[in-house]
Structure formats: C-alpha cells, structure tokens
C-alpha cells in the first residue's frame, strides 16, 4: 500500500490506464495519450490525438488503438508514441463527427468501437480503413466485447445508452445477429465466459 509514484496529468482523466511491459498507458481530457515508466512514473512519450480522451486504450501487437472526443479513432505505436494511423467516423451528419468514450476491442484483423452518433464501427486493423458501420438504438458508450465461441461465429457485443438495448451483430460484415431489451440503459462493458455474454443496465442495476 505504499505509493510509489504519482503524476499529475495536464488535465481530467475517465480514461482506465493499461499496462504493458514496463509501461503505464493512459489518455486525458487534454487531448493526449501518455507512456509512463511504471517503476518511477517518468514520461517517456506523449501522442497528441485530435479530442479528448475519455477511452480506455486497447493494446494489440504493441499498438494502442484509441478513440476520442473528435471522433477519431488513433492507432499509436507504444514503443515510441507515433501515430500510425487515423481515421474518423461517419458522424451523426454531414461534417460533424461522433465522440467516441467507448474503449474498442481489437479482434479478428479489426478494430472495433462504438461512438456516440449512435454506431457501431469497424475499422481494418493495419490501414484504419473503415471496413463498417451499424447503427444502433442510441449513443454508445459501452466498451465492445469481440469474441468467437465454439457455437458461435464471429461476434460483436455491446449495449446502448438511450436505446436500451444489447446488440450481438457479426463482426465480418456488421450485420446484426439478434438483439433483445436490456431493460434500461447500459453503459458499461460486457463479459464473455464460455457461450454466455453478462451486461448490466442502469435503471434497475440488473444483470442480464
């Protein structure tokens, strides 16, 4: 229970910090995504991505792939913090954007991340290219569960803010699978054990 370290970040932070290796990766409202050594806290990079970040990173073959408040979804290298790709989404209209809180899943070749504007995207994990796009019934806050199952084919789950419903829609084409009442809002990430996916909404604090 000692503290070992602290920083202090140039602005608010919901973003949860990722380990890897050595490293402490986390973003902030500011605007940009820290590399912190993880034995005394010290910089070691900063990317400055486009809005606010409010997502968790998720980290894949030494890339973090992160949203932000732009709607610009950033694939930054963590060896040293260079960007190797982004790519914004479709937004709500013409010209505007989708914020995006929702942490990805990076899975199947893809990267996978729900915005705002009330979509679900999917972008090709190598160029950022937008593979798809599906609306849903409300904003999308959740993180994004992308899983395969023995019984199952590839799959994208997650709830929605507003809508109130859970989605599984397949993660090659963006079609939806099925989707059933969640009974209130969800805007928290779901769990996959074996071929039962666990949400809760907000309403009722239920777990489904």
């Not at 005394?40 to 980290?59: Q, R």
């Not at 073959?61 to 040293?80: E, K, L, N, Q, R």
């Not at 084409?173 to 071929?195: H, Q, Y």
């Amino acid at each position: 229970g000692v503290q070992r370290w602290k920083r202090r970040l140039p602005g608010r932070t919901e973003s949860s910090p990722v380990v890897v290796g050595k490293k402490v990766i986390v973003g902030c409202e500011c605007g940009t995504l820290f590399a912190f050594d993880g034995k005394n806290g010290k910089t070691l990079w900063e990317a400055d991505l486009p809005g606010e970040i409010k997502a968790a990173p998720a980290i894949s073959d030494g890339v973090a792939y992160v949203g932000d408040y732009s709607g610009t979804m950033s694939a930054v290298s963590i060896g040293d913090g260079s960007i190797m790709w982004q790519s914004g989404s479709q937004g709500s209209s013409f010209g505007r954007a989708g914020a995006i809180y929702s942490t990805a899943a990076v899975a199947f070749g893809r990267v996978y991340v729900g915005s705002k504007d009330g979509r679900m995207y999917s972008f090709e994990k190598e160029t950022g290219e937008l593979a798809w796009s599906q609306t849903a019934g409300g904003e999308l806050y959740a993180g994004v569960v992308a899983a395969d199952t023995p019984n199952t084919e590839p799959s994208v789950y997650f709830g929605s803010f507003g809508g109130g419903r859970f989605y599984a829609l397949d993660a090659r084409s963006g079609d939806e699978r099925w989707s059933i009442d969640a009974g209130g809002s969800v805007i928290g990430a779901a769990s996959l054990i074996g071929e039962t996916v666990y949400f809760a909404n907000l309403e009722t604090t239920h777990t489904t």
